[in-house]
Each structure stands twice: as C-alpha cells, then as structure tokens.
T-cell receptor, first 113, second 111 residues
Framework: EAQVTQNPRYLITVTGKKLTVTCSQNMNHEYMSWYRQDPGLGLRQIYYSMNVEVTDKGDVPEGYKVSRKEKRNFPLILELPSPNQTSLYFC????????????FGPGTRLTVL | GQSLEQPSEVTAVEGAIVQINCTYQTSGFYGLSWYQQHDGGAPTFLSYNALDGLEETGRFSSFLSRSDSYGYLLLQELQMKDSASYFCAVRSSSNTGKLIFGQGTTLQVKP
C-alpha cells in the first residue's frame, strides 16, 4: 500500500530534550515536506526536500533541522524543543514538481512542557 | 506578504450544494489545489487547477480565475461525511514547488 508513515504519532516531552520525528514514504517520491498545523494558522511549511541531500527552509524553520540521506526518509529533528513547538506535525511527499498532489502522513501530535 | 483568504466556517444541510471561496495574494502563482481534512486526520488531496475554468471530480468541482486571483470548491449532493475542514493551497514557485495554505474552512453538514 502506497503510504507516508510517521513516528511517533503522539509525543509528550520536556523543554530541551532532543527528539526526532521520523517520516518514511514507499512511493519513490522525490519531493518531501514537513508542515506544522496550529489552530487558526492552517498548514505552514517547515522544511522541504527536492531530492536526496537537497533540503531548504520553508516558512517557519527556526528550531528545526532535517536531513535527507535516503530518498524514502525525511526525519524532523528538534534539538532543543520549546513549548512554542507544541503542535500537530505532518510529513508529506509528492512525485516531483510536475504535480501538486501531495500525500500526507497521519500526523504527529507533539506537546513540549 | 503572501496570503490566502477563506471563510472560517460554512454550514449546509445534507443534499445541498455549498461553495467555499479562496482568494489569494502571492508573489507567484502556478496552480491552486484543494485538500480535505477530517478532524484529527491527515489532509487528503481533492483537486487542482492550473488554468482558468472548472475541473470536475465526481461530486466535487473546483474553479479558478487567475485574473481575479480567486477560486472556489463546489461540493454537490452534500453528505454527512463531507463535514470536514477544507484548505486551498497556492503553488507560489515553479522552481521549488512551494505550497502556501489557507487557514481552512470548517464545513458542517446538518441532517
């Protein structure tokens, strides 16, 4: 089954404790993104990657890091989580720039205390 | 700045037709897409317009007018399961494929 998976789905952590949210897709997509969703603000792009070893900042990259060492994986790293990073996070992938059809993962609800 | 405007809430009855509007102001425009999100779930792609006019996919249609920086999603024969949030998104860059999302419209379908 073609899908985007994220882990963990739910996480409660404390300020300053490094964490990684994994994202994996099995559709051989080139393009992957991370979004955060907050009430009243819609989906805001954090980082995106157009291919292996090619990543760039989205609209709200502060406090986040990403890596793209393999085509299928695009982990999101919070090295020093803070309470303002409490949010619902979605990973998404799409075949490439020829289409705007994105496939979203199930989401990760993160709470930073 | 770049922005997309959608109504925050829309209510309609089962079997009716509802239109959700989206106006945009972006530095570039390379297409308008629509996504549906049920409460707590992942957004799912509904439709895409790159050129002016109407695109139809079953009960859902999407329209675009680039000269007016405006589009809408039309949902016909509403069903209870259509109760969800609907987001419009503009592709603002051809090189990066960057998508800018609206804040979403919550549609409530009543019996």
């Amino acid at each position: 089954e073609a899908q985007v998976t994220q882990n963990p789905r739910y996480l409660i952590t404390v300020t300053g404790k490094k964490l990684t949210v994994t994202c994996s897709q099995n559709m051989n997509h080139e393009y992957m993104s991370w979004y955060r969703q907050d009430p009243g603000l819609g989906l805001r792009q954090i980082y995106y990657s157009m291919n292996v070893e090619v990543t760039d900042k989205g609209d709200v990259p502060e406090g986040y890091k990403v890596s793209r060492k393999e085509k299928r994986n695009f982990p999101l790293i919070l090295e020093l989580p803070s309470p303002n990073q409490t949010s619902l996070y979605f990973c998404a992938s799409r075949p490439g720039l020829s289409t705007d059809t994105q496939y979203f993962g199930p989401g990760t609800r993160l709470t930073v205390l | 700045g770049q922005s997309l405007e959608q109504p925050s809430e829309v209510t309609a009855v089962e079997g009716a037709i509802v239109q959700i509007n989206c106006t945009y102001q972006t530095s570039g425009f390379y297409g308008l897409s629509w996504y549906q999100q049920h409460d707590g779930g992942a957004p799912t792609f509904l439709s895409y317009n790159a050129l002016d006019g109407l695109e139809e996919t079953g009960r859902f249609s999407s329209f675009l007018s680039r000269s007016d920086s405006y589009g809408y999603l039309l949902l016909q024969e509403l069903q209870m399961k259509d109760s969800a949030s609907y987001f419009c998104a503009v592709r603002s860059s051809s090189n990066t494929g960057k998508l800018i999302f609206g804040q979403g419209t919550t549609l409530q379908v009543k019996p």
